[in-house]
Every structure is written in structure tokens, then in C-alpha cells.
């Protein structure tokens, strides 16, 4: 299992609230069909799968959806060829929801399901949101609960697991008729076996360094707050912009801004955006521990060191139903291309060496690829 | 006596807040309803490029649309 594997299991239950969220609190989701393939590449780690997603309403009052998500990765990462090696698996996600429509208010349900051979996650999550004033203010209130089973692979006898609650609270606002405002904020709290059971950290041995099984605290509490807004142009385009802090209680503090420009062009639309991220440490990372058991917690797990990153995205979609066909009222041919540039600043590239605690600092550039086909009907 | 003025305070507030006049109008929502505004226009594309980044970053969590969209029905 990768890092980001482990912890995309652990993180899917959050985000798959976002297929939930409801448009308005006063109407439903569109009825649509989506077919996505998506591609990562980077750090020697691919990752690629579907995901197939349709939603339908019934009635008038009820939208129901469905979800069938894989990733298939094949991982030489850095953390592998430093202490392990290369290995393949697949992961599969199930969710269905259900959203319901009753005057200005709509309250959404929602189950997942991962399963992996060393992992199964479990989660359940419910949101109501209500508009007010006249529809120029939507909040919502939701609240997620996700349980999970952490095993490892040749070692029978490991297993552990974690209890995961996320709360939630979320305000839109129209602020003109060119203006559009949302807040969210969420507090996640986790308990279990929150570390990597496969990964080591490193520490001094008097010769160069040796590696030990990295030891994490058994809690977690993150508290995230957003601000984003969109802005229509005099034209027909738009812009956003989007701001997050995030602080928890292992001491990572992190800053996410991104700004985006979106313009139709007859059939064809570009979407343009960029994304700057930065985080401090954990506390109780290191690259480099003076020596074994330095501390009573250790990581030296790169996304718990201090870093940045960058992407820049160019989207088209292409839209090749516009006038329907059958029973279809639109389809869309959409390809999406993330490069994502991340540079560490206590993560050093033992693949490269070079004097113990001196070895240059590691960075990692990404290619990500969604192609993907929306039917509306 | 201040407790119950303050709270009479609040329920005036309340139910005035109720009443508000939305100074956006219904019919001068069209822009807002149009597609490009929209904070979360393919939710398995979003859903998927936050998987992306909570998968490699420490940070977690507000990435959503749940404060929902523009009200623009």
C-alpha cells in the first residue's frame, strides 16, 4: 500500500460527500451519466481506473445516485525502492445516496464502501441544507461517520482500526447578479492506527543510518476552513477564486489558493486554473532522527514534512449533444490535464544518496488525466 | 429585564431576517445560473481531483461544494 493510497482509503469517505452535495437547497441535482477514466503519473507511481457515476431523479421530490470507483496502481515510489519493493493492487469504492427535496430544503444520505486486500473502509454520511432570503443564502449542516479495518499484507496477525467523525457546515451567498460566494467549514477527528504499517523512518547509527517502523499518535483532529467565490465576466466567462487554512493537532498548518478562468466558445469550453499549496511539518516528522526511538512519535512520511506545490490545469469540454438525441438532452466529451509540481523541504532523495542528513532535496512532478463522457437525460 | 429584551432583540431580528427582501431578484439570476458559475460543475471530476490531493497533501477537509450553489431556481 502507498502513502497516498492509504490515506486516499482513509480520505474517500470525505469526498465523496461532494457527489452528494446537492446544486441549491431548492432543487434537485440534474439527472446525468458520467464515464470518467483517470490517469496519474508521477514519483514512479501510476495510478489509473474509472469511475462511473449516474444519478436520476424520481418523482419530483427524490435523486438518487451510484457510484463504482477503481484505481489500479502500480508503485515504484520513493518510499518503495528505498525500503521495499515495487508492487501492484487495485482498490474499488462503492457509494449510493439519495437526496430529498421538500420545499426549500434538501436532506442527502449517503454510504461508501472501499475495499483494498490490507484495508476496508466504511462510511455514512447525512447533510441537510435549506435556503433562505428569498434563495440568496443556502446553508447546510452535514455530519460524516466512517469506520475502517487496517491489516497488512504476510503479517496474519496485525490488525487494527480507525473511527473517523467529520463535521460540517457550509454557507453560499449571491452577493450581485455577477457574484457568487461560498464559506465551508469542516472539523474531522480520527482515532485509531493512523500510520502507514508498511513504512519506516530513518535514523542515525554512528556508520549512516538504519531504518525503524514509524510510530504515530493514535489521534487526529484538523479543523478546515474555505472561502471561494466565482465572478461573471461582462462577457460571457468567468473567474474564481478559492482560499483554504487548515490547522491540526500534529501541528500541520497548511494554505491553499487557487484562481481559475472559465469561457465558452460555442460548443467548446476552456477552462484555465492555477493552484499554489503549502504546509509546515508535523511535529513529530523528521527526515533524519539522531537516533533510534529518538521520540515517542515518529513519521518521515512525506506528506507530513514541510512542502509545496503547483499545479497548472487546462480543461476542454466539447459539447456534441447540444440540440439532444433520443432521449438524451446533452452530452459532453471533457479532457482535463492537471501538472502538478511538489518541492520538499526536509524530504531528502535517498534514491540519488549522498552523505547521511546532505542529500539533495526530493521533488516530484505529476501528470493527471481525466477523459471523461457526461449524458444529461 | 435585559435577558428578555435581548432575546425579544433576537426573535424580532429572526423573523425580520425572514423577510428580507432578496436583493438579487429571481429574474436577475440568469448569470449566475449558467453553467460556468457553477462551484462544482462535474462532481465525479471534482470528487476525483480532490482524491488527488488529500492523497498526497496533510491537509483534509472544507474542499466541498456543501454550502450549495447559487439559488437561482
Known amino acids: 500500500m502507498t502513502a497516498q493510497h492509504l490515506v486516499a482509503a482513509r480520505l474517500s469517505f470525505v469526498l465523496l460527500a461532494l457527489l452528494a452535495a446537492p446544486a441549491s437547497a431548492g432543487v434537485l441535482p440534474d439527472d446525468r451519466a458520467d464515464i470518467l477514466y483517470h490517469y496519474y503519473d508521477g514519483g514512479g507511481v501510476t495510478i489509473e481506473g474509472p469511475s462511473y457515476l449516474v444519478r436520476k431523479s424520481i418523482g419530483e421530490q427524490f435523486s438518487f445516485y451510484g457510484n463504482y470507483y477503481v484505481d489500479t496502481v502500480s508503485s515504484a515510489s520513493i518510499d518503495v525502492v528505498t525500503t521495499a519493493s515495487p508492487y501492484e493492487e487495485e482498490r474499488t469504492e462503492q457509494s449510493v445516496g439519495v437526496d430529498f427535496l421538500n420545499g426549500d430544503t434538501i436532506m442527502s444520505l449517503s454510504v461508501t464502501q472501499s475495499e483494498e486486500n490490507d484495508y476496508s473502509a466504511q462510511s455514512v454520511n447525512f447533510s441537510i441544507a435549506q435556503e433562505i432570503f428569498g434563495g ?74 538504519s531504518y525503524q517502523q514509524e510510530v504515530y499518535p493514535r489521534t487526529r483532529t484538523s479543523t478546515a476552513a474555505a472561502l471561494r467565490t466565482r465572478y461573471y465576466l461582462p462577457y460571457r466567462a468567468s473567474v474564481h477564486l478559492g482560499y483554504r487554512y487548515f490547522t491540526d493537532d500534529w501541528e500541520i498548518e497548511a494554505h491553499t489558493a487557487e484562481v481559475g478562468y472559465a469561457h465558452p466558445f460555442g460548443p467548446l469550453s476552456v477552462d484555465l486554473k492555477y493552484r499554489y499549496y503549502t504546509q509546515t511539518a508535523a511535529d513529530f516528522y523528521s527526515d533524519l532522527f539522531p537516533f533510534e526511538n529518538a521520540q515517542n512519535f515518529l513519521a518521515r512520511d512525506k506528506e507530513l514534512s514541510t512542502f509545496q506545490s503547483q499545479t497548472i490545469r487546462l480543461g476542454l469540454t466539447y459539447d456534441f449533444l447540444e440540440g439532444g438525441w433520443s432521449f438524451l438532452e446533452r452530452g459532453t466529451v471533457n479532457f482535463f490535464y492537471d501538472h502538478i509540481l511538489f518541492t520538499y523541504d526536509d524530504f531528502r532523495d535517498l534514491d540519488i544518496g549522498g552523505p547521511t542528513g546532505a542529500e539533495p532535496l526530493y521533488e516530484l512532478e505529476a501528470d493527471v488525466i481525466q477523459l471523461f463522457l457526461s449524458f444529461w437525460f | 429585564m435585559k435577558r428578555v429584551s435581548g432575546f425579544l432583540l433576537l ?43 488529500e492523497a498526497r497533501e496533510g491537509a483534509r477537509g472544507a474542499s466541498g461544494s456543501g454550502g450549495g450553489g447559487c439559488g437561482c431556481n
Open chain 2, 11 to 53: 426573535v424580532s431580528l429572526f423573523v425580520s431576517g425572514c423577510s428580507i427582501e432578496p436583493w438579487v431578484k429571481p429574474y436577475e439570476r440568469d448569470r449566475l445560473a449558467d453553467e460556468i458559475m457553477l462551484f462544482d460543475r462535474d462532481p465525479v471530476s471534482s470528487a476525483y481531483i480532490h482524491h488527488v490531493y
Open chain 1, 136 to 209: 440568496l443564502t443556502t446553508v447546510t449542516l452535514g455530519y460524516g461517520n466512517g469506520s475502517d479495518e487496517v491489516g497488512r499484507n504476510g503479517d496474519d496477525t496485525f490488525s487494527d482500526t480507525v473511527e473517523r467523525q467529520a463535521y460540517r457546515l457550509g454557507l453560499s451567498q449571491i452577493l450581485t447578479r455577477n457574484m457568487l460566494m461560498s464559506m465551508n467549514l469542516e472539523v474531522i477527528t480520527d482515532e485509531g492506527f493512523l500510520n502507514n504499517p508498511y513504512r519506516s523512518v530513518r535514523y542515525q547509527d554512528g556508520f549512516g543510518f
